[in-house]
């Protein structure tokens, strides 16, 4: 039988503050492995905001921002195996620029080019579904189909605060529970969902604690902490991969940004909290914590951005000198052999 | 010939796929040691193993939806929705999720995925269990829905379910379970998109579906005292719909009635009647009728249930309605 644990409700944190909180490690992250998260955040980052840019420059359709979410997508997808799949959310649109996906690829995404249909295969990534929490069973049936397979590859699935309301989530989790599934499910619990605030989305104190109701540990991680997440996920697949079923993390942090391009959240936000969020961003935040250990120079942050920067303008200009689709397209993807008396409608 | 009942042909076709083949399982509910809610199951727990009939909680969303995850991951999962009526539950996975995957991929995935479920009226199972609720899924590109009226069809027909590359849904009629029929010895695939014609005639065409195709062979049998000679076609699989076979027959006999179990209004027989009179309009010397259950839940009670769903006189009442024989 499955252990019911309680959930941890302490946050897990690893970066200090640079005043009273001690910096703490993680084990087994050298160096380059450092700079790799942090290379990874500011990618991620540049994508973010010049995506924002190129919405306003009417060069990208409806964008959801991910701003300050950075850290939990980094931590948790670097912490992966290149075998494990990833299952994401509209808000984790970019995750593949940190397995080799070009700007390119998932600008064109969000342009409606079918450019940006990646190979789910080739990346380890699911198409984007964009319903709230359902493809948290696909994520589930895939780990189980890969442990009946023989395989040791797991899934990561993303979700934000509001999803733990869906029922797929809930089926999803307790399906999860009771198959052991090799699965890691990632609640970004921003606290909003598009207006709704989590006080209005649950009574549960911790989202967390819902994990001891489907019989898998809950632990709370501090999501603007790249180091913690990385820990609390590498803690989690290693629970995985050795059979013990899934884990549920909750990665706590504070949507500063918009839902997407299109919202406005003036009419529901606290400005001044947003005002204070924004001061303790996860980037600054670990970038800080890089340089107090002495790994991270002016110029190695500055080659970083650049980088990032280079990649953006590429992939945002390949993107714009794609032809148009040809709409037979539609045909062509629906069926693996497209019927030919469906074409009249 | 063997003969199996449509239950032991089901269970045939997904046994010998899972001995063929270590990628096919199945999954749904009380599945396991019960053998399923009708029986279709029975056994398979002896002979393939927990992992591979796997018992789930009830969560009909869950099923379709690991089922999806389970066959991108190249799986070919065969999920059980205990009774279609609850496949509601399961709705968005399956128009969603599984009928868009491989669109929204740019056609780089593939979900083999098979959804067997079973439903119909005509032993009472009140108004949340007896559905015929096929004509939903028609509307939704990117499955297929096959409907299968005989052993022999619905062994062939599972067989090629499970191993199409696309997701589809399998129909079975819960009064169909005990029929028995003669399938070949060898188990083969039937095309998905090819109708059978049960009996051939040169009057009437009946296009029927599930239990309805039985109701329109014993109507097309009186009809035959009377003089009139009835082609009776099941199309099997409802999408892809095999439209030359009803097209080619209702040019032949110039009239054409359809019948399901599901009621009338915005059915499957619709459709039907638009194909018809769109390609063989010159050729037809009667209006299209259609047969189903009249547009009222299907009651519990046996004897306003029996009023709601369609019999074979009312199939036969249709063909003479054609004839002008009313």
């Known amino acids: 039988m499955a252990q019911v644990l309680p959930a941890e409700h302490d946050v897990r944190r690893i970066i200090g503050d640079g005043d009273g909180v001690a910096d703490g490690e993680v084990e087994g992250l050298d160096d380059a492995a450092l700079l790799d998260l942090y290379r990874a955040m500011v990618l991620l980052r540049t994508y973010d905001e010049r995506s924002v840019v190129y919405h306003s420059q009417g060069r990208v359709g409806t964008y959801a921002i991910f701003w300050g979410h950075e850290a939990i997508q980094a931590g948790s997808a670097l912490a992966l195996a290149d075998e494990d799949w990833i299952f994401p959310s509209y808000r984790e649109s970019a995750i593949g620029l940190l397995r080799g996906m070009t700007p390119e690829t998932v600008l064109s995404w969000w342009r409606g080019h079918p450019a940006g249909w990646w190979n789910p295969r080739e990346f380890r990534i699911a198409s984007i579904t964009v319903p709230i929490a359902t493809h948290v069973p696909h994520a589930v049936g895939y780990a189980w189909g890969a442990r009946l397979k023989g395989e040791s590859a797991c899934a990561l699935v993303y979700f934000g605060d509001g999803a733990t309301s869906e029922g797929a989530f809930h089926e999803g989790a307790n399906f999860a529970a009771v198959m052991r599934a090799p699965v890691v499910l990632l609640c970004n619990n921003n606290q909003w969902a598009i207006s709704t605030p989590l006080s209005a989305q649950t009574r549960a104190e911790f989202l967390a604690d819902k994990a001891a109701g489907y019989g898998m540990p809950g632990v709370r991680v501090d999501g603007g902490d790249v180091l913690a997440v990385y820990q609390a996920t590498s803690e989690a697949l290693a629970r995985a991969r050795a059979g013990h079923g899934p884990t549920f993390v909750e990665a706590l942090t504070y949507r500063c940004a918009p839902h997407v391009t299109a919202d406005d959240p003036t009419a529901y936000w606290d400005a001044q909290r947003v005002e204070r969020e924004r001061e303790n961003e996860c980037l600054g935040r670990y970038d800080r914590y890089l340089r107090r250990l002495g790994v991270l120079s002016d110029e190695l942050a500055e080659d970083a951005r650049d980088d990032a920067l280079e990649r953006m303008k590429s992939g945002i200009a390949a993107a714009e000198a794609l032809p148009p689709p040809d709409p037979e397209v539609v045909f062509a993807s629906a069926y693996v052999d497209p019927p030919p008396t469906l074409r009249e409608g | ?316 009442a249709a063909v003479r309605r054609t004839m002008g024989k009313d």
């Open chain 2, 1 to 316: 010939m063997p003969a199996l009942t449509y239950r032991e042909a089901i269970r045939d076709a997904m046994s010998e796929a899972m001995r063929r083949d270590d990628d096919v399982f199945v999954m749904g509910e009380d599945i396991a040691e019960m053998g399923g809610s009708m029986g279709v199951t029975q056994g398979m727990l002896d002979e393939f193993g927990p992992d591979r009939v796997r018992n789930t909680p009830i969560s009909e969303m869950a099923i379709v939806g690991a089922g999806i995850g389970a066959a991108v991951s190249g799986m070919r999962p065969i999920v059980e929705v205990m009774y279609q009526d609850f496949m509601t539950l399961a709705m968005e996975q399956l128009v969603q999720q599984a009928a868009k995957h491989r669109f929204m991929s740019g056609g780089q995935i593939k979900v083999p995925l098979t959804i067997r479920t079973q439903g119909g009226a005509g032993w009472s199972p009140g108004a949340q269990h007896a559905q015929q609720l096929e004509a939903w899924f028609l509307h939704v590109p990117g499955i297929k829905v096959v409907f299968a009226s005989t052993p022999a069809d619905a062994r062939g027909l599972l067989w090629s379910s499970i191993y199409d590359d696309n997701p589809v849904v399998f129909f079975e009629h819960r009064t169909l379970y005990n029929l028995k029929g003669d399938v070949p010895a060898e188990i083969d695939g039937i095309e998905l998109g090819r109708a059978r014609v049960h009996r051939e005639g040169e009057d009437v065409t009946i296009v029927a579906t599930g239990r309805l195709v039985h109701e329109a062979l014993k109507a097309a049998e009186e009809a035959e005292q009377d003089g009139i000679s009835v082609e009776v076609v099941d199309p099997r699989t409802l999408l892809p719909l095999d439209e030359e076979t009803i097209v080619a027959s209702v040019r032949k006999t110039s009239r054409c009635v359809v019948a399901h179990e599901a009621v009338v209004r915005m059915g499957f027989g619709a459709e039907v009647a638009a194909i018809v009179q769109h390609q063989a309009f010159d050729y037809l010397d009667a209006p299209v009728e259609r047969v189903g259950a009249k547009f009222a839940p299907i009651p519990f009670a046996p004897v306003m249930e029996e009023y709601v769903i369609p019999h074979a006189e009312d199939v036969l």
